[in-house]
């Protein structure tokens, strides 16, 4: 039967038509699910239709937000900052932090202003304003607009993931895992990141993956690692998607898959990423997951290098000194060999030394030949350290020393060097620079033979024919280590095959693990 008036159930009247929210209240839900604070999960596209359902309300703090992030209208950020001045003159504390982020240094703010950004952050951190209390620890943390002070940094981020806020919550993670102001403890720091992550926030994500990748303060469980990396990844974080990459290529608790890695790489590279840039590079130099593409290998190679990245611009050297994908030019390739030897890259300092002593794309100088081989030598690359021992040898670009000669041959001899193998074991059977010693020299071919270098065979026959009880003797030779020399100062945490053209001889292919997986 239909209801009448005398029938109703008004008790049920206020649960079907709730009161409508504010423009105020539909803001401050869209903010709470936009940045994840005060414990609630992350979720863009909510949070988007809370504020601009503010806006349409006529909320100035809505506007703004919209105004800056260009949701349903054009960006326009002077404009937006009209709007956060307007609401933050009458005590709006989410158009304070509004316009503190307008005033921050940022690709995009034409108007910064870090000293006024902090004394409004300030402001709205003493309101409880968690994001803003999380951005003034950003700011202490790393000097912007105020000076560097660690304690301070964690104090405010200490503040910010009290109240819930999901990036708050990562920041002091990263703080512990990593001793920043206070004492190092993985446990506190894998729990902060837990709590973020299960609010939504990328970072938070990203970084739980890593601890699972890695084993650090969790079990080592790389199909969750993928779980949380792609998590991560949805959001847009491009770390996440240059980790996808990795994890696809190398089988790392996913199927292999060079397709799906290099259009993880293409994500991120598109997003800026410059690792991902340089992982895209080679998958187009060797046609991994993709057609082979010299040119696309140069392109992605030169994004990487302009950033800064010292292993793209060491390739796009070479690229350029063997004319690989793109015309050659002596000229070009010193230009990026000395930005990546400027920034230690030990492969490039030797090849930088290699253009020196031979006088390509510059004038003749065995001095500057000899000190780029040592700064290359001092890391450990061994093709360095065999041309600094030729350089005490024979006296070129440094006094002659006969003892440093054969310590450096034999740095070089121990990492599987062969040509430093063969000279080790010439300066053992000639005496030179060290005590004669058949038994060396025969050990030392022997190892260089084995390698398939022809001279050392020859040269091991006619010493076991002129000392016939060498042939008697056992070499107990370990089995020679692919030179894997630490090429970045970021921690290396996964391999990554790394063959490259050292055009200095001829063609010459080098394993090196360089995989930044670092915690942000």
Known sequence: AAETPQNMDYGNLHEANPPKQTADEKFNEGIAVLHGTGSKKIDKGYATVCIVEARDRGSDVARGMCLLNGWNCEKNLSEAISYFRKAASIGNVHGVHGLAVCLLPGEENLLEDPKEAIRLLRIAAEKNHSRAQCELGHCYRHGIGVEANIKQAVFYYRLS????????????????????????????????????????HPSGQFNVGCCYKYGLGLKRDRSLAVHYFMASARANNRCAMRQLGICYQYAEGVQKSTKRASAWFLRAALLGDSDSQWHLGWNFKLGRGCKRSWSKAVKWFRMSAEQGKKEAQWDLACCYALGEGVEKSFDQAIHWFRKSADQGCAYAQCDLGWCFSKGKGVSRDHNQAFRWYLQAAEQGNSVAQYEVARCYRIGRGIVKDSKLAVRWMRKAAKQGNRRAQVTLADLYTNGEGVRRDVKQAAMWNRKAANQGEKKAQGKLVELMRMHPELSQLHDNVESNQAIRPSCSKLETLSNAVYATASWFSSVLTLSLSSVDATIV
């Not at 819930?164 to 720091?189: F, N, P, Q, W």
């Open 161 to 200: 993931a009290t109240s819930g806020d999901s990036r708050g919550l990562c920041c002091l993670g990263a703080c512990y895992h990593i001793g920043l102001g206070v004492e190092k403890d993985v446990r506190k720091a894998i729990e902060f990141y837990m709590r973020s992550a299960e609010q939504g």
